[in-house]
């Protein structure tokens, strides 16, 4: 379904379904040409970016992720997606909510300002796809969708570093200690979690199932999609990506880049076949511009974001 308005569909977009031919090199750039809208009336999925890298602890630069995936989706809107073979937004309703704002000089009210973000967008039924900014906006994420659920959900969590690193500091920004407290808090469940691509140490891994990058390698990705599958069941389900899961060959654009990662081929199969899977919210993060090369980086993170909405269009059309 396109619409017959021409050009810059970010803005002149009249519908929330459907694409409006583009020109890929010019035009707004809202993620693959959504329209831009703080209005949530019948929306199914809302994007937004979160800029953010205050936690970050090597390189910073992932505060300027949100706007590098949205100009590297501009081919994803072009053709039907690959390798599905139709529109998504024929069927799926899809905003760009443009960013969460918060006063990134006042450090302590930046965790309690993405949190009310999220708890505005959710209130209206639809789910949150977020781009970061440093992988530190998930827990103020998850602490809303738990809200909203009720209770502790599951983490499908793809990333070279575990993120479970104690900290028992309430105020600090720190990326690499979010679901330590996560577990703490029980915003998670670690018997029903499970992450992907890990390939850095820690003492403890606070009881969350582990498949490692070397698994990964060895096993391939139907073995580690059928473990992943059967940790999490049916339940409700947060997924982050964090860009840095890849090898840095894939994905140098990032603030803590480990060797012996994911190749890009293997984390799309995996988000490819997550369809099982009963997705409340997703993520992707750590995106850092300042030490990318031809924008390899951000162009994976917008094909994983694009697979994650064919996901969820095919789960809407198998409730109609």
């Not at 602890?57 to 053709?79: C, H, K």
């Not at 140098?252 to 293997?266: D, E, H, K, R």
């Amino acid at each position: 379904m396109t619409a017959s308005i021409p050009g810059d569909g970010a803005i002149r977009h009249t519908s929330l379904y459907g694409t409006i031919p583009e020109n890929t090199y010019s035009g707004v750039l809202s993620f693959m040409r959504r329209k831009y809208s703080r209005d949530l009336t019948g929306v199914d999925v809302v994007i937004s970016g979160i800029p953010l890298d205050l936690a970050t602890t090597f390189r910073p630069g992932a505060r300027l992720g949100p706007a590098a995936v949205r100009a590297a989706s501009v081919q994803l809107s072009e053709l039907m997606a690959f390798p599905w073979g139709f529109d998504p937004f024929d069927e799926l309703a899809v905003i760009d909510y443009g960013d969460c704002w918060f006063d990134a000089h006042n450090p302590l009210t930046i965790a309690p300002a993405i949190t009310q973000h999220a708890r505005t967008i959710l209130a209206s039924g639809a789910k949150m796809l977020t781009f970061g900014g440093d992988h530190f906006i998930t827990y103020p994420l998850l602490k809303a969708h738990v809200e909203k659920i009720g209770k502790p959900v599951s983490l499908i969590h793809f990333d070279a570093h575990c993120d479970t690193w104690p900290d028992d500091n309430p105020d600090s920004l720190n990326h690499g200690t979010m679901f330590y407290k996560a577990v703490k808090e029980g915003l998670i469940d670690p018997a029903t979690s499970v992450q992907i691509g890990i390939r850095t140490w820690n003492e403890d891994f606070m009881g969350i199932n582990v498949i490692d990058a070397p698994w990964v390698h060895t096993h391939g990705v139907a073995a580690a999609l059928e473990r992943i599958l059967s940790i999490v069941g049916d339940r409700p389900t947060y997924l982050t990506f964090d860009i840095d899961c890849l090898d840095p060959a894939f994905a140098p654009g990032t603030g803590t880049p480990v060797a012996g990662g994911l190749s890009t081929a293997q984390a799309l199969a995996l988000i490819r076949g997550m369809g099982p899977v009963n997705l409340i919210g997703m993520d992707v993060v750590e995106v850092a511009p300042p030490f990318d090369h031809s924008e390899i980086t951000a162009l994976a993170a917008a094909h994983i974001a694009a697979d994650l909405l064919c996901v969820l269009r095919n789960q809407k059309v198998a409730k109609k």
